[in-house]
């Protein structure tokens, strides 16, 4: 469970830094572009993209951290 836990905080935020770089870059940035799908696809973050992807990004570093609290199974 805490591997799992690691490698999907990793890749959260990996996803969310990635989508941070593409806001920044208008679009320039298209690797990993998953990100896109998430936040321009739901109206309530048109306009907040960066924002959003600043979130998935944090939300990804609190995962990895607490993947470290979880005792090895």
């Known amino acids: 469970m805490k591997r799992f836990l690691e490698v999907t905080g990793f890749l ?8 941070v770089i593409r806001e920044l870059t208008d679009g320039w ?3 990993m572009g998953l990100t896109r799908f998430l936040t321009e696809n739901i109206a309530v973050l048109e306009g907040r993209e960066l924002y959003a992807n600043l979130v998935i990004a944090v939300l990804g570093l ?12």
């Open 29 to 31: 940035f298209t690797f």
């Open 12 to 19: 959260v935020t990996v996803f969310g830094v990635c989508g």
């Open 62 to 73: 609190a995962v990895m951290i607490a993947s470290d609290r979880v005792a090895k199974d």
